[in-house]
């Protein structure tokens, strides 16, 4: 169990009537409890809270007029991670696995899975079927990615990725979706907070589904699995996006932040996959 403080800071310049749908509030359950919780608005509106889709996301819609706007978050959560040892956990087998899992088998927006199956199946085919085969998607992402900020734009997907080797966390996340998904391995996109991650920002992970339960995967290995804090999930990037905005607006300030509250644990982890986390 660790405490987690988290938030954000946002300025935009909105020059027209807006409607923003933000997802930035941390998403709870019986693995992450929500101890304390603050939103606030500059200048003070009325906010809409809104639960969207099969995984519950949480969507907060805000009509704003012209001028300076400003949205403060923060929170302090408490993880409870289901932990097993890595070597236990197997495949699903897809006749078995349950329908609102099955979406995440299917190519997405940025996760190509039916142009990649071949390249995936040559690469992990022979891969010995769980944990250990998701692992080696996500050490074989890593080892050939280089992590470039600003070197993809909103509109670079998976296989743009494999093929010019760089990107961002949201890329690297997708990329081994793609590949799960082309394996036949469910696995969907996490956004959220990442304990002290450098430079700071609203980070993106991936989870795939085996032996019947979400298993946690970062393929940046920029922050330990143990200090993941989940705003949404969804089939990729576009389901899960900060703030969706209708309207001309700019964004002239954002601060992100995750430290370790309460007493010290020891959140020390590698990203190689020794022990297979949940906190789904």
Same mark, same amino acid.
């Given at each position: ?7 954000? $800071? ?18 709870? +359950?019986?693995?992450?409890? !929500?101890?304390? *919780?603050? #939103? ?18 949480? %969507? ?17 959560? *408490? ?7 890595? +070597?236990?956990?197997? *495949? ?5 696995? =349950? ?22 199946? *040559? ?25 470039? =900020? ?9 296989? $743009?990725?494999? #093929? ?41 992970? /991936? ?10 995967? $970062? ?5 330990? !699995?143990?200090? %993941?804090?989940?705003? @949404? ?16 607006? #700019? #964004? ?15 959140? /020390?982890?590698?990203?190689? @996959? ?7």
């Amino acid at each position: 169990m660790v405490q987690i403080k988290i938030g954000c $800071d946002l300025t935009y310049q909105v020059r027209t009537q807006a409607v923003f749908l933000f997802q930035i509030a941390a998403a709870s +359950n019986d693995h992450r409890r !929500i101890l304390a *919780e603050d #939103l606030n608005l500059q200048p003070a509106l009325n906010v809409e809270r809104c639960q969207i889709g099969t995984a519950g996301n949480q %969507l907060q819609r805000v009509v704003v007029q012209p001028g300076e706007f400003k949205v403060s978050y923060g929170a302090t959560v *408490e993880l409870t991670h289901q932990t097993l040892n890595s +070597n236990d956990v197997g *495949e699903s087998q897809i006749s078995q696995t =349950p329908a609102d899992v099955l979406t995440y088998l299917n190519p997405s927006r940025y996760c190509e899975s039916d142009l990649l199956s071949r390249f995936a199946f *040559e690469e992990f085919g022979h891969l010995y079927p769980g944990f250990s085969r998701v692992q080696a998607i996500c050490n074989w992402v890593f080892e050939h990615l280089d992590y470039t =900020p600003g070197s993809t734009n909103a509109s670079t997907t998976a296989a $743009d990725v494999l #093929l010019q080797r760089t990107g961002v966390c949201r890329d690297y996340a997708h990329l081994a979706i793609t590949l799960c998904r082309g394996m036949g391995i469910p696995a969907r996109y996490v956004a959220g907070y990442a304990l002290n991650l450098q430079p700071p920002d609203f980070h993106g992970f /991936m989870e795939a589904y085996l032996d019947g339960g979400w298993y946690l995967f $970062d393929p940046t290995r920029l922050t330990s !699995i143990m200090g %993941l804090v989940r705003i @949404g999930t969804g089939r990729d990037a576009a389901d899960v996006s900060t703030a969706t905005i209708t309207g001309s607006v #700019l #964004l002239t300030h954002q601060a992100v932040w995750a430290n370790q509250a309460g007493a010290s644990t020891d959140l /020390m982890d590698d990203g190689t @996959g020794s022990s297979a986390v949940s906190t789904a």
